[in-house]
């Protein structure tokens, strides 16, 4: 039992530079859980705002108006947090108090209580006896809204050794994909900066297929083929491109547009031809219908929902009902609280929706969700190549493929 004694927070900044929330909560006087918040930038209409009026100061002034509902509660005690973080702030979506102040909070606590407890913050979330590492899952390419124009309105194209025997194994091989794909690219364009996008994806001047292409190229020329080393994901991100007035896909980079028939069309075309494993919101995110129809026809790709699931129970209950994925994102801060995201797990967990946990393009330096993805059974961690702060949850993998209870990979 270890019962919280002090919880403070300040205003730090995430990888983007911005301002965010981290929150530090002590339990017995002596251990201590320190989170800090993640934000994004394709943010799903549905999910947890970040800030109560786009201000972090007003979150963490809230919290520390609020500072003793938390005092003396059970620091392993996840409803208790939820419940207390509910009495501030009974909005659905945290608007009151912020979902980055809740996404701190909660997790922040549940490693406080992993200090006290003496274990890895992963294992005080899972009572399983054993536990399979996740495929890091990582970004190569990068457009939409984590770069710049002139890069593909997609946003991004990913690489994932899925043939990897070991973490080791797996993070060295998205390395290097990620290191000839610079070769491809200055070799292609003299002029190439070798710039990035927020998640450290190669942000070069290419369209959507050129960029693909491309990306193929850099396994083969590795010696890899597709499917069976490694294979090609891509997050759409198409809410970023749906027109709710024209009803239309708008591909402002490249210069077209896809009607809905059009899009499924486009992103089938994608998934054949360059064998995708993975499809993240390859329609926007209220076409529940024909992610079904996705899902339906490519059975072997991980057809997942993001922004369509915001990691939401109540929307991903309605995926279910509807068949509209297979996998879904788990993103603590979309849902608010980490035992508001452990609730969706749990559901995905018990309709056989594959879960794959995943960074934001704002993100921090801590590797808690690293723990989250272990102790929820998820099949990949989308967590980056490159970037201190991607690389941070990638380092903490493999510290933790070290330990006992976690005996090889996940199965995908
Ligand atoms: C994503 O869309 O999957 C993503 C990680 O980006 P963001 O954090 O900007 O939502
Ligand atoms: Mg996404």
Redesign the pocket.
Known sequence: MSKITSIDGRILYNSRGSDTIEVDIISENKFMGRVCA???????KYEAVSFPENSPETGLRRLKENAEKFIGLESSDMTAIYDALKSIDPTPNYSKIGGAVAFAVSIASAESASRAQNQPLFQTLSSKSNFKSPFPLGNILGGG??AGPGTPDI??ILVCAIGAKTVRDAIKTNLLVHKELRNILESQDPHFTNGRG??GGWAPKLNNEKALELSAKACENLGYTLGQEVSLGV?F?SSTQWNTKSNTYEYSRAGFENSPAEQIEFVSEMIKKYKLIYA??AVHEEAFEEMAELTAKFPDTLITG??LTVTNKDILANAINLKSCNAA?L?VNQAGSLYDAMKFAALADHNSIKLIT?????ESTDSHITHIGLATGSKML?IGIVGGERVAKLNELLRLSEHDLICGMAEV
């Open positions: 993640p934000s994004g930038a394709s943010v799903g809204a984590h946003q991004e927020d998640e997050d991100a993240e919101d993001d922004d994102i993103k995943s960074h934001r393009s704002g989308k």
